[in-house]
């Protein structure tokens, strides 16, 4: 079956979510991704999302983050303190999955702003439940689409630690949780080299050159001794992906998640 | 004891020029029509407090209401960017916005210290990020008993707590189903709060003993606004009008025509009920 780099970026994503996994997710990309993860491999994945859906199994993607759904298929739906003091700060979370607008070499994220934070050239909406769903998950999966302008040297604000500026301030401040442990893109997979904590290419898609990925890195890209290609999505991956945007835009009327 | 009033008579009694006002709904139960009326009443230099300013703070915004936003994530839930609130912050029109920029968790725990009656929240948050050196408001302290550092804001205590909830009975007590949001902590963080509803009922009739209900008591006034959470969705009632918020993007993007729609649709528009 043909695919697109955006499919196989959502599907390589959703395999990184276990069965036993209690994730905490973000809207958009993140979304599509632990959703397809419960309609295929892992049935039992717990899905949390900030507007306090607790085990929630949504038929349709959510447009935002607080759809109805979201609420009429959960477990149990707690108030939005609640849901950021007992559960993501009580260490609840295994997994956060997030997005963002620039992430560096060091899975720190920035959704705040471009140029300066006083007079933006872009402002963008901001933190959200990043920056704690970063702190306090046990670890964290980004997934975004890689091009240089999102793949930066340097990030224009911080608002979501990673493993820091250098790579070394996160484990320097004491934060007890592992941090960004996988960065999917619609290229490759990459991971955080132990000790510098560097991202670097593990996994490249099929068809995706390590040339193709080096253009679309604003910093050096570099790659682990073994670079793996991706296992291509399976028709059964392919077909429930389809059929969830398929059924999200039948509700939306609009392709929600991307 | 809660009043039940016109939505005309709460707004012009409860929200007043220069308030610090929070309008509070999570995606769900937005007091958009409460919204419109503050527009409509020219209430002017008001500190809006929201944790995810969505269309009814874009709109007041835009209005010329605000002078200052407190919030944490500011866009149009799966669509993209709010229009008006960047031409504020990026170009100052019609005015320029001061902004206090939280994380949700800040937020959250800000309301509920302020339900609580407290000074300030203590949470787990902000280590390593960028935000700290722009608010003044986040600091950090040292646990007294493990010496971890902290993060700390100051509790939000808005003049007012503005909500939309499902259900009022003859009493005034209040239910809310469904997605909470902080609406319970906002309104016992408030110094007054005005409730709109969907309906009045005799009684609540057959429900859990857990439902989240604000006693009377804990409520200025309420407002019967059927579909005055629209276009966001109230559980049990109607849904989200996601098309809107889809329009709403180009709504926004051009001053002029923000400006005929909110002429058309807020300012001479007829009171729901």
Not at chain 1, 171 to 187: K, N
Not at chain 2, 184 to 194: D, G, I, M, Q, T
Not at chain 2, 240 to 250: G, H, I, L, T
Request: charged share 20%; net charge neutral; glycine share 10%.
């Amino acid at each position: 079956m043909n695919y697109s780099a955006i499919e196989m970026m959502t599907i390589a994503a959703a395999r990184a979510l276990r069965n036993d996994d209690v994730c905490f997710v973000g809207i958009g990309l993140p979304s599509a991704a632990c959703n397809l993860a419960r309609l295929t491999h892992a049935p039992g994945v717990t899905l949390i999302y900030e507007s306090g859906a607790i085990a929630t199994r949504p038929n349709v993607l959510p447009l935002s983050i607080g759809d109805g759904e979201l609420c009429e298929t959960a477990l149990t739906t707690v108030s939005v303190p609640e849901m950021f003091r007992y559960w993501l700060q009580g260490g609840r979370i295994t997994v956060g999955f997030l997005g963002g607008a620039q992430v560096d070499r060091f899975g720190n994220l920035n959704s705040t702003v471009i140029g300066d934070y006083r007079r933006p050239k872009v402002r963008l909406p901001g933190a959200g439940g990043a920056t704690e769903i970063a702190a306090c998950c046990g670890r964290t999966f980004i997934v975004m689409r890689q091009h240089p302008r999102a793949f930066v040297p340097k990030l224009d604000f911080m608002t979501t630690l990673g493993h820091g500026p250098t790579g070394r301030e996160r484990r320097a401040l004491g934060i007890g949780t592992a941090g960004p442990a996988l960065l999917v893109t619609d290229l490759c997979v990459l991971e955080p080299e132990t000790e510098c904590n560097e991202f670097v290419v593990t996994a490249l898609h099929p068809g995706v050159s390590a040339e193709k990925v080096r253009e679309n890195t604003g910093w050096e890209a570099r790659f682990a001794k073994k670079v793996r290609e991706s296992e291509p999505p399976s028709a059964h991956e392919l077909e429930t992906l389809r059929e969830l945007h398929a059924r999200t835009a039948r509700a939306h009327g609009t392709a929600a998640g991307e | 004891m809660g009043s039940f009033l016109s939505l005309r008579e709460a707004v012009a009694g409860l929200v007043h020029d220069g308030d610090t006002v929070a309008l509070e709904g999570f995606t769900h139960l937005i007091p958009f029509a409460a919204g419109h009326e503050i527009i409509r009443q020219g209430r002017r230099g008001l500190t809006l407090i929201r944790m995810t300013p969505d269309l009814i703070y874009d709109q007041m915004i835009g209005a010329g209401c605000a002078r200052k936003l407190i919030f944490s994530w500011g866009g149009n839930p799966g669509v993209g960017s709010l229009h008006r609130l960047r031409d504020a912050v990026e170009k100052q029109w019609p005015q320029a916005l001061e902004i206090e920029e939280h994380s949700h968790a800040a937020m959250a725990n800000a309301y509920a210290a302020g339900a609580s009656g407290l000074p300030c929240a203590i949470f787990r948050g902000y280590q390593g990020v960028d935000l700290p050196a722009h608010n003044p408001n986040i600091r950090f302290v040292a646990c007294p008993f493990t010496g971890e550092s902290l993060a700390c804001v100051p509790a939000l205590r808005p003049d007012v707590a503005v909500i939309h909830a499902q259900r009022a009975d003859r009493q005034g007590n209040l239910l809310i189903e469904g997605i909470l949001g902080v609406q319970k902590e906002a309104v016992l963080a408030s110094r007054r709060s005005l409730v709109t509803v969907e309906e009045v009922v005799e009684e609540f009739g057959e429900r859990s003993p857990n439902a989240v209900i604000l006693p009377a008591w804990t409520v200025t006034a309420v407002a019967v606004v059927p579909g005055g959470a629209r276009p966001s969705y109230a559980h049990g009632y109607y849904s989200r009008d996601n098309s809107f918020y889809v329009a709403w993007d180009e709504i926004a993007k051009d001053r002029g025509r923000f400006q005929a729609w909110i002429e058309q649709h807020v300012m001479r528009a007829e009171l729901p009920a």
